[in-house]
């Protein structure tokens, strides 16, 4: 398994929760630039958490199509996503009473 990791820290967590491990190779790297890969290097690609932090529609594309580019032909791709704006569709559909609940400033 190769990790592509943005955020140091994360990468720092990730290294030692996988020490030990010898099929976990890791790097620090943007779902957006996966150039340290060729072309067509693997099964499956998990796109995990990129796309709940990039807020343009041409970073998001840029970090699929740097997925598709490096998975194998016939590869699986899985990708997830959670909008910048459920929380307020949750608090809508949940009722405002929840929003004051969980406020910092209360």
């Known amino acids: 398994m190769t990790a592509v990791e943005l955020v140091g ?3 720092e967590i990730l290294r030692r929760n996988a020490a030990g491990l010898e099929n976990i190779t890791s790097y620090q790297g943007d779902a957006e630039d996966l150039s340290l ?4 290097s693997f099964d499956a690609v998990l796109v995990l958490g990129p796309m709940y932090h990039l807020f ?3 970073e998001q594309h840029r970090a699929l199509d740097e997925a598709i580019r490096v998975s194998k032909p016939g590869g699986v791709i899985m ?4 909008s910048v704006y ?3 569709y949750k608090f809508q559909l949940v ?4 929003l004051d609940k969980c406020s910092p400033l209360r």
Not at 79 to 82: D, K, Q
Not at 95 to 98: D, V
């Open 95 to 98: 009722g405002k009473n929840t």
């Open 56 to 58: 343009e529609k041409a």
């Open 9 to 11: 820290n994360n990468l």
């Open 37 to 40: 890969f060729a072309d067509n």
């Open 79 to 82: 990708a997830a996503f959670l």
């Open 86 to 88: 459920s929380i307020m």
